[in-house]
């Protein structure tokens, strides 16, 4: 009965001591906590800057500052923060490690990133009467001429048209032409050339406008 009493007693001493402990850690663990708030101006401290980013280093913690740029959030006395917005220089900013307060208020000044631009030639694009007015008022050299209406003939165009093979689309054309032929006069006799009368108004209409002559 007696060991029972002393194990009884060596239990509860252990756990007032680890409570004692764990209490100690949380009170050193809070007083390592500060309430940090504060203002995020321009270095002349003539505007505020909203939305800019606040951010605890070496981790993805943070917060930014409001339209007036307002800030505040919970820190360590030991964080080192991030301060940057567009435009702006990026700032480390450290809380001062002294301060006993729980609270830590600050104005934040950040300064404006100048930064030099490549130079830009901006022209103006011509308009349509412009483009039309330039073109027709070229003067282009008489052997560039001749030599665009050479390539431009009828004749030496239908040459190379008709040396050309045929590509695929034109082999499925003819040939579904000729299966549709085929299938229009399916089970009757297919009529001759001669005697349509069609056929021979277009032969007509050819002899009239010099089509059929020898060239």
Same mark, same amino acid.
């Given at each position: 009965?007696?060991?029972?009493?002393?194990?009884?007693?060596?239990?509860?001493?252990?756990?007032?001591?680890?409570?004692?402990?764990?209490?100690?850690?949380?009170?050193?663990?809070?007083?390592?906590?500060?309430?940090?708030?504060?203002?995020?101006?321009?270095?002349?401290?003539?505007?505020?800057?909203? +939305?800019?980013?606040?951010?605890?280093?070496? *981790? $993805?913690?943070?917060?930014?500052?409001?339209?007036?740029?307002?800030? @505040? %959030? &919970?820190?360590?006395?030991?964080?080192?923060?991030?301060?940057?917005?567009?435009?702006?220089?990026?700032?480390? +900013?450290?809380?001062?490690?002294?301060?006993? *307060? $729980?609270?830590?208020?600050?104005?934040?000044?950040?300064?404006?990133? @100048? %930064? &030099?631009?490549?130079?830009?030639?901006?022209?103006?694009?011509?308009?349509?009467?412009?483009?039309?007015?330039? +073109?027709?008022?070229?003067?282009?050299?008489?052997?560039?001429?001749?030599?665009?209406?050479?390539?431009?003939?009828?004749?030496?165009?239908?040459?190379?048209?008709?040396?050309?093979?045929?590509?695929?689309?034109?082999?499925?054309?003819?040939?579904?032409?000729?299966?549709?032929?085929?299938?229009?006069?399916?089970?009757?006799?297919?009529?001759?050339?001669?005697?349509?009368?069609?056929?021979?108004?277009?032969?007509?209409?050819?002899?009239?406008?010099?089509?059929?002559?020898?060239?």
């Amino acid at each position: 009965m007696k060991n029972i009493t002393i194990i009884r007693t060596i239990i509860w001493v252990i756990c007032i001591l680890g409570l004692n402990q764990n209490m100690q850690a949380q009170t050193k663990n809070d007083s390592d906590l500060v309430q940090f708030t504060g203002f995020v101006l321009t270095s002349d401290s003539s505007k505020t800057i909203p +939305f800019a980013t606040i951010r605890i280093m070496g *981790s $993805s913690r943070g917060t930014y500052s409001d339209m007036q740029g307002y800030f @505040s %959030f &919970v820190a360590k006395r030991s964080d080192v923060l991030l301060f940057t917005c567009v435009g702006y220089v990026p700032r480390y +900013f450290k809380i001062p490690e002294p301060s006993k *307060s $729980s609270k830590y208020k600050s104005v934040v000044t950040l300064q404006i990133d @100048s %930064f &030099v631009m490549e130079e830009a030639v901006i022209i103006a694009q011509p308009t349509a009467e412009q483009l039309d007015y330039m +073109f027709t008022r070229v003067k282009l050299p008489y052997d560039d001429y001749l030599i665009a209406q050479n390539n431009l003939r009828r004749k030496p165009l239908a040459d190379e048209a008709a040396a050309l093979p045929n590509d695929g689309y034109t082999n499925a054309k003819w040939n579904f032409t000729e299966y549709a032929n085929k299938a229009y006069y399916n089970g009757q006799p297919q009529p001759i050339p001669v005697l349509d009368i069609f056929a021979w108004g277009k032969f007509l209409k050819a002899l009239e406008k010099g089509d059929l002559k020898r060239k």
